[in-house]
């Protein structure tokens, strides 16, 4: 989710998605409440009332903690789907590891590299698609190969490869959204047998690199609140947080198995 739009947006934002309706075969409409935009439950209430969509995915600021007990009274079926941490960096203030002739960052856009690495990095990723039995976990994965390939199509998929003697290994990933004086980091990780080598750290130092060099001033970077490890690698160098959204599912509830 992307910062402006929970961080700056100016109002409630209804959209369809029809990326996520086409992958889980069910028509999914996107509605995000920013951290600016003031919004009431009231708002809220006559967004999901209006919509025909069979599953509402929303997004609203972790404060408003009276607005989910009155979700379950809106005729659909609501899920408590996660919550989404929000952390920044001033760039140029990040604490960089050690510099390692071993490890080159580069830009790719090969797409059978990125949907390999996508594939490894987040094969046991807990996104919100899980709390949804009408959403296919494959499905999920799959989406977020697709959403890292659109981003190396635009020139924007940072690597890190083994630089070493005989070394060409890819051995992490970031995907980005840049804009004029921000980089958001949208994925970002390591493969799966090299973790916990600090190889994350110098991905991050390779993204700060990039955004200085274009003369921006921050990174944005968000994961689900139960990722507590890669938050405390971004405590490290650096970031600190300053949003929480919850979300949740609000699904028809005919469409749900019965349970037992």
């Not at 992307?2 to 996520?20: F, G, K, N």
């Not at 919509?51 to 659909?76: H, K, M, N, Q």
Request: a negative charge; glycine letters at 8%.
């Amino acid at each position: 989710m992307a910062w402006h739009d929970v961080m700056e947006a100016p109002a409630l934002r209804a959209q369809p998605s029809p990326l996520e309706s086409a992958r889980f075969g069910r028509s999914v409409e996107r509605l995000t409440v920013s951290a600016g935009a003031g919004a009431s439950f009231d708002a809220v209430r006559e967004a999901v009332l209006g919509s025909a969509a069979e599953v509402v995915v929303l997004r609203y600021p972790a404060e408003r903690i009276d607005w989910f007990a009155g979700l379950t009274g809106l005729g659909r079926t609501a899920l408590f789907a996660d919550s989404l941490v929000y952390w920044r960096l001033p760039a140029g203030r990040g604490r960089a590891p050690e510099p390692s002739p071993g490890l080159v960052p580069a830009p790719t856009a090969d797409t059978a590299a990125v949907e390999r690495l996508v594939a490894d990095i987040f094969a046991a990723y807990g996104s919100h698609y899980l709390a949804n039995p009408l959403f296919d976990a494959d499905a999920a994965l799959a989406g977020y190969q697709e959403w890292a390939l659109r981003s190396a199509a635009e020139g924007r998929c940072l690597t890190l490869r083994d630089g070493g003697p005989g070394g060409s290994r890819l051995l992490a990933l970031a995907t980005l959204e840049e804009a004029a004086t921000r980089t958001e980091i949208l994925l970002a990780g390591v493969v799966s047998d090299c973790q916990g080598r600090g190889l994350y750290a110098h991905l991050l130092k390779a993204v700060e690199d990039r955004t200085l060099a274009r003369g921006a001033t921050e990174v944005v970077i968000s994961t689900q609140g139960h990722n507590t490890r890669v938050q405390r690698a971004w405590a490290r160098y650096g970031f600190e947080p300053v949003q929480t959204l919850l979300t949740a599912h609000l699904v028809r509830s005919s469409l749900l198995p019965e349970r037992e």
